[in-house]
Each structure stands twice: as structure tokens, then as C-alpha cells.
């Protein structure tokens, strides 16, 4: 299996700390943030599950800049075989 060796940047990390901090952040939008703070300064690869669903959002009109700003960071994270 291909290993991607990038992680979170530190301008997501600091939107994934805003989207966690805020009540008002969507579902989506703290599912996408959890799995990126797991990637900060972390060897970890994006899932399976998680790249398929950031996909979806990716491909959506109906999300806003900062979901999608998490969840393209996501899929960059992703193995890169998949």
C-alpha cells in the first residue's frame, strides 16, 4: 500500500479548532474537523469511509467553503492508491 505522507496544515488545523470550538458548526462539519485533527502532526492516512463521505461534499452545492476546505483536506490525505 502507498503511503501519503502529508498532514494537516497548520491553516486547517487552525479551522478544524474554530469548527470545534462553535456550537453552531454542522454535524458534517465536526465529523470532517475530528478526522483532520487526528492527521495533524500524525503519520495517519484518511479512511475509507471518511474520503468517500468527503468526496460527497466535494461534489455537493450544498456545502459552505469551510466544509469543503475540510473535506479537500481529507481526500489529499488519502492513500494515495485509492
Known amino acids: 500500500m502507498s503511503k501519503n505522507s502529508k498532514q494537516t496544515s497548520n ?6 479548532s474554530e469548527v470545534l470550538r462553535d456550537p453552531s458548526s454542522s454535524a458534517i462539519q465536526k465529523k470532517l ?3 483532520a485533527l487526528a492527521q495533524t502532526h500524525s503519520p495517519k492516512q ?3 469511509e471518511i474520503e468517500s463521505e ?6 455537493s452545492e450544498k456545502y459552505n467553503d469551510t466544509t469543503k476546505t ?4 481529507l481526500v489529499s490525505q488519502s492513500n494515495k492508491e485509492r
Open 70 to 73: 475540510l473535506a479537500a483536506s
Open 46 to 48: 484518511t479512511g475509507n
Open 33 to 35: 474537523a475530528g478526522s
Open 11 to 16: 491553516k486547517v488545523a487552525k479551522l478544524v
Open 54 to 59: 468527503a468526496s460527497r461534499v466535494l461534489k
